[in-house]
């Protein structure tokens, strides 16, 4: 597998994944992840841990070395409560990838290029695989927005986009920014709405859902406005939605 990928991997072993084995249809998805602990050595001790009930398929270090602590055909426990598009529970059809960085929590850091290097590399073989859409390839945050914030905003989505290797949009920074502090009308608030909700985005309904959408609207700029997340809505956030529906 190692030679296919064209980098090293290396088998580690971890028991935290469910039975039985799942068809390879059943993979729809390939789910970004920090670690967000301090050392790689304890990231990966956690991730093998029987007690911590925490997995994933792939880990990737800061040197870029992989290693593979679950069989891609059993479901590992990196998702929690999820859900993209009609989708629920989403380690039942993805594939889970966590990189080593400290994370929010523990001084967030730009994550290394030879991990990024690796982790296309990765993308790509998986993609290829198990027939993943680029469109499916997502991070933690869009799937549990209140919950998670990570891979976070320094997580370099665009870099991925140059090789259609995840949802990006294509409009130029100097045109849109200036519609940056430009509020939006009650219809174009739910225009916008609407534009993450068909992104694949889960809008949840009830008393709750003001806080909800804070939560949606900063995993959307956690990853498409990464320079300002502030949870509030303006022009230039309607106009990246309905560009990044069009791609």
């Not at 991070?139 to 995840?166: M, Q, V």
């Amino acid at each position: 597998m190692s030679s296919k990928i064209g980098i090293k991997l290396t088998s580690e072993y971890s028991i935290n994944f469910s039975l039985p084995k799942r068809e390879k249809k059943r993979i729809k998805f390939i789910i970004i992840h920090y670690t967000g602990m301090k050392s790689e050595s304890s990231s990966i001790k956690r991730l093998c841990d029987p007690k911590s009930k925490v997995s994933s398929h792939y880990y990737i270090k800061k040197n870029g070395s992989i290693l593979n602590l679950v069989p891609d055909l059993y479901e590992a426990w990196h998702a929690g409560e999820s859900k993209w598009k009609t989708y629920k529970s989403l380690n039942k059809y993805s594939i889970g990838i966590e990189l080593t960085n400290p994370g929010h929590q523990h001084g967030y850091s730009n994550f290394s290029l030879k991990q990024i290097s690796s982790l296309k590399k990765l993308i790509k073989y998986l993609s290829k695989k198990y027939k993943i859409s680029y469109k499916s390839i997502l991070g933690h945050s869009d799937i549990s927005p209140n919950r998670k914030k990570d891979p976070g905003e320094k997580f370099p989505w665009k870099n991925l986009a140059k090789d259609k290797l995840c949802l990006w949009y294509n409009l130029k920074l100097k045109r849109i920014r200036k519609f940056r502090k430009l509020k939006l009308s009650l219809k174009e608030k739910r225009e916008f709405l609407n534009n993450i909700q068909e992104i694949g985005y889960s809008m949840s309904k009830g008393k709750d859902l003001k806080k909800n959408i804070d939560y949606i609207v900063k995993a959307f700029q956690r990853r498409y406005r990464q320079d300002l997340i502030n949870g509030k809505l303006d022009k230039e956030c309607l106009l990246i939605s309905k560009n990044v529906i069009n791609q």
